[in-house]
């Protein structure tokens, strides 16, 4: 047992660092610290800046750009992307799409939109859920009928992160209503300048726009933009829920939003001491410093199963579990450490106004997203349950 | 980076996993508690027959020269079947005060007999009021000459009953909770003016509170520097804090094992009561626990290891111990409750196994200090920011 990395990783580790600390605008890194919007073009910018280094999407096969990383170099830039205070590269395009293809599609479909989405030409969203259809997925409704050459694309999905930034989106659509609810999903790939798509947006509590309802009214979708073969389209999804969990946990971001925590209630003063003095306010921080402690060693562990093994276990799950308690945690600690000056909110423009502790308490809404996203945490405790444990 | 055990680490852990399925299955176990001496001459020897006596000691000392790590295998397995042998007593803090500070006179003398299994040690440091403050020491060891005399008195000493010799600490100099002034003595079991009031603890070990009355010692029972004991005792302790969370993720393994079993062979409406989510995302709780405790533990005994190499300070190994305490105590607490509501009135029997595991974990999520304990020591460690969590 050796829980140290190796000269080589570090080498590699330092070299991430350097050229992420050296890489990152500073206007962006500031928005991202300062939990501020994004624009589209913020996040394009990045992803550009990404691409040429070539570090866009290291998971792919070196052939489309891939990087020929190791789990566990993989692992490292993911944490020190996260702990730089990067821009996120948006993962509809370059992770899911992008896997899917890989796995499915036909040569041409990959030679079309792979390098597009490598450079960020096509901006991705994904259209899963719909309304009567979230952890109960397979019971969606948009329906697509043959008609020729093309699919006439009709019915509604909804959460769309960023469907307001987006050309294309894919789709889970139900091109045969008589089969078994699995079976009689296909996969399509739609440009959302196709007419009879409506883009509406869903203003989350704190007031911030980053999700969408899709309509789609009569959209022709040409046949060579369904991925895989008709009625196959529950088995992309499946193998798209299997991809990529090992970076769920987000210890990278943690660890910077701990230390950031810290820092402030170290400078907030209760009775002329800071608040992080206060023993019963220290301790709520240290169990969740404890548990991310803890979490990165299981985190590493799961990354060592499968540099030894080639694949890991339905236990995977906990990484979001557990990852996405601690988000929430230290976003609720963050605003108990603001104590009352958490209320302020809007406007944020006027002189003297502390707008990153105007930040703090919109946060800890929005986070409340992380355990009802991508899966609910009830949701991986099932899949858990099931899948790890044989209940 | 690797989490996995070595191919000499797997061997021996799966001989010692062996071993205790073999000699030390739960009836066995229950007749080695009830019986008078409270422990198993036989499966002691046995014990040290496989060599895990020698582990933690240094080569030169006639041990296999590992760490922390190297035992992390052997004390799941113990925790798992629930072994009261005194094998960590005598190795930590014990027997690694007599590593680290014993005269290579004392060490000769006594080391070789811990690992032939023929030395059993405990370590008597707990005074009444002094809780978990390892400086809390009053018992008094004056200068008689050329030797000393001790005075005193020391409570929950485990199995001080069935060792041969004690580690005692005394103060040299000082009041109490001075830093400075500990001193340690190696003291015989039998010594005049020792007298044990030893008692049977809740989960089943083996336990005594001291009373010493003009003790009389010879100048060589000192280990060490008058009054320059406590880093020393400091470090012993921690050692012994990451064994004995191996032997708590060894205990939540057969506590999870044992109610995943439970909930699919245990029916009621018809149905295995393992098919109720309600219960289904308990366990997956629980699991979680478990292997979070287990990663910490891991981090825990690499990092001792590290800081016995030289390789941290003092405060990072604090900070990382105490992190492992207080998770590992949090776990083995709601493991522990879990197991038990999760096998109904079953678990409330002595006759389940799992019960007397919950009885365990409940009482090492206290020892050498609760999770309250181990926040406030933590956090005294922070140097504030650090770049790594781990």
């Known amino acids: 047992m050796d829980l140290n990395y190796s000269a080589q990783e570090l080498a590699f580790r330092d070299e991430v660092r350097a050229w992420l600390d050296a890489s990152i605008p500073a206007d962006l890194r500031d928005k991202v610290l300062n939990y501020r919007d994004l624009a589209k073009d913020d996040l394009v910018r990045w992803h550009k800046i990404l691409a040429k280094k070539g570090w866009v999407a290291p998971s792919w096969p070196r052939e489309w750009g891939g990087t020929d990383w190791s789990p566990v170099e993989r692992y490292i830039f993911e944490e020190e992307y996260a702990y730089a205070g990067a821009p996120p590269i948006v993962p509809f395009g370059p992770t899911m799409c992008a896997s899917v293809l890989l796995e499915f599609g036909t040569e041409a479909q990959k030679r079309h939109f792979l390098p597009r989405i490598y450079h960020c030409d096509d901006f991705w969203c994904q259209g899963y859920s719909e309304p009567g259809s979230g952890s109960d997925l397979a019971s969606l409704k948009t329906r697509a009928e043959r008609h020729g050459d093309h699919y006439v694309v009709n019915g509604q999905k909804i959460w769309t992160t960023l469907g307001h930034y987006g050309d294309w989106i894919f789709c889970l659509v139900r091109t045969d209503a008589s089969s078994k609810k699995q079976e009689g999903i296909s996969f399509l790939l739609i440009d959302m300048k196709t007419p009879g798509i409506t883009v509406r947006p869903l203003i989350l509590l704190d007031e911030g726009h980053e999700v969408n309802e899709v309509f789609f009214d009569d959209v022709k979708v040409p046949l060579e933009n369904r991925v895989h073969e008709e009625g196959k389209g529950w088995t992309v999804a499946k193998y798209l829920l299997g991809h990529e969990r090992l970076n769920t946990g987000r210890i990278g971001a943690s660890k910077r939003e701990l230390l950031k925590l810290k820092e402030y209630a170290a400078h907030a003063p209760k009775d002329g001491r800071p608040l992080l003095d206060d023993p019963r306010f220290r301790d709520k921080v240290s169990r969740v410093e404890i548990e991310l402690m803890a979490l990165e060693i299981t985190n590493l562990r799961f990354v060592d199963e499968m540099r030894r093994t080639g694949r890991i276990g339905a236990e995977v799950s906990m990484l979001k579990i557990k990852g996405t308690e601690i988000q929430q945690a230290i976003t609720e600690l963050l605003m108990q450490a603001a104590g009352p000056l958490a209320q302020a909110f809007r406007p944020i423009d006027y002189e003297g106004f502390d707008g990153f502790t105007a930040s703090i308490a919109p946060r800890y809404f929005n986070f409340r997203k992380t355990s009802i996203y991508a899966g609910s945490n009830e949701i991986q405790r099932n899949i858990i349950a099931k899948a790890a444990l044989g209940l | ?390």
């Open chain 2, 1 to 390: 980076m690797d989490f996995q055990y070595t191919e000499e680490q797997q061997l021996l852990a799966d001989s010692v996993a062996r071993l205790v399925e073999k000699r030390y299955d739960f009836e066995s176990r229950q007749r080695i508690v009830a019986s008078h001496a409270g422990h198993s001459d036989e499966a002691w020897r046995e014990l040290a027959g496989l060599g895990l006596l020698s582990l933690p000691f240094a080569q030169d000392d006639g041990g296999y020269g590992g760490g922390a790590v190297d035992l992390i295998g052997t004390m799941e397995a113990i925790g798992a079947g629930l072994v009261v042998e005194p094998f960590l007593s005598t190795l930590a803090p014990a027997g690694r005060l007599v590593a680290c500070c014993g005269s290579a006179a004392q060490r000769a003398a006594l080391l070789p007999a811990i690992i032939d299994g023929t030395l059993k040690l405990a370590f008597a440091h707990g005074e009444r009021g002094a809780r978990y403050t390892l400086s809390r020491v009053e018992t008094r060891a004056g200068k008689a000459g050329e030797g000393w005399v001790l005075n005193g008195e020391k409570v929950a000493v485990l199995h001080a009953p069935m060792a041969d010799r004690l580690v005692v600490s005394a103060r040299t100099a000082g009041v109490p909770a001075d830093e400075a002034g500990i001193g340690l003595f190696v003291v015989d079991a039998q010594a005049p003016g020792l007298a044990m009031r030893t008692y049977r603890t809740v989960d089943n070990l083996r336990a005594a509170d001291l009373v010493l009355k003009d003790v009389k010692l010879p100048a060589g029972a000192l280990l060490g520097e008058a009054g320059g004991a406590l880093p020393a005792i400091e470090e012993a302790v921690d050692f012994a804090i990451v064994l004995l969370c191996a032997e708590a993720v060894g205990a939540m393994r057969y506590a999870n094992e044992a109610t995943l079993e439970y909930l699919k062979t245990r029916r009621q409406f018809g149905v295995p009561i393992g098919s109720f989510q309600a219960l289904q995302h308990r366990t997956v709780d629980m699991t979680i626990s478990a292997e979070q405790a287990r990663s910490i533990t891991y981090l825990a005994c690499a990092r001792v290891d590290a800081a016995a190499r030289g390789e941290i300070d003092a405060a990072e190994r604090r900070r990382v111990v105490s992190a492992a305490k207080v998770k590992v105590a949090d776990a083995a607490r709601h493991v522990g409750q879990e197991a038990i509501q999760l096998h109904g009135g079953m678990g409330m029997t002595q006759e389940m196994k799992v019960s007397h595991t919950f009885k365990r974990l409940a009482m090492i999520a206290q020892q050498f200090g609760d999770a309250e304990h181990h926040l406030e020591r933590f956090a005294a460690a922070d140097s504030g920011a650090g770049r790594t969590a781990g």
